[in-house]
């Protein structure tokens, strides 16, 4: 699969949620795009990854 443009390897059955855990980023400050469509984070958990998928994450940066 594809995580923001690098070849990633998919270690077996693995939730939207245990890869983006696994991969350090903070489910509560990203956004989240599975092959040109927007998760919601109610669905993260319950979204299976493929070695198919693209996925694109973006993360909020607050600033003034």
């Known amino acids: 699969m594809t995580l923001n443009g690098v070849e990633k390897e998919v270690p077996g059955k693995i939730s939207l949620l245990e890869l983006l855990q696994q991969e350090g980023f903070q ?16 669905a993260y958990e319950a979204t299976w990854i493929s070695e198919t998928d693209k996925l694109e994450v973006v993360s909020f940066v607050g600033g003034g």
């Open 27 to 42: 489910t509560e400050r990203i956004a989240v795009e599975k092959n040109g469509e927007i998760i919601p984070k109610a």
